[in-house]
């Protein structure tokens, strides 16, 4: 709210996903279920929101899944996990939106990355990096 970070959760899965295009589905269930409940808090105290929540996602094959409610061979077990999910996104209260992996800052929170991109991410996150800190005292 009002460009912070609200929260935020980082923790294995309790399903083996035989893709990454399954485990992505898992994550964005989650976050769709943590979305919809910031925004219930927000009607309780008469802030509600008149415009939707964006998602950002990386994998384009992800977002497919979610919008479109045709029957997916690959992905046909987790298809009662995405009914909620589309009826938020029919309904407007979440949008997604595909963001290039190169600027998805939450990986900074879920992987390994190469020094330039997490200086990239902790700088867009409103972080300073101890290296840059040090380089302005001297």
Not at 19 to 31: F, K, N, P
Not at 100 to 116: N, Q, V
Request: proline share 3%; aromatic share 6%; with cysteine.
């Amino acid at each position: 709210m009002s460009g912070a970070v609200v929260t935020w959760c980082s923790k294995k899965q309790p399903v083996i996903s035989v893709s990454s295009t399954e485990a992505e589905l898992y994550a964005l269930s989650e976050i769709v279920r943590e979305g919809i409940w910031i925004r219930m808090l927000l009607k309780e105290l008469q802030e509600e929101l008149k415009v939707s929540t964006v998602i950002n996602q990386d994998n384009k094959s992800t977002i497919a899944i979610a919008k479109n409610p045709i029957h997916h061979q690959r992905v046909k077990h987790i298809e009662v996990k995405m009914n909620h999910l589309r009826q938020y996104l029919d309904n407007k209260d979440l949008v997604l939106k595909w963001c290039p992996t190169e600027d998805m800052i939450a990986d900074i929170l879920t992987k390994a990355l190469p020094a330039k991109q997490h200086q990239k991410f902790t700088k867009l996150m409103g972080y300073v990096c101890v290296s840059d800190m040090r380089k302005r005292s001297t």
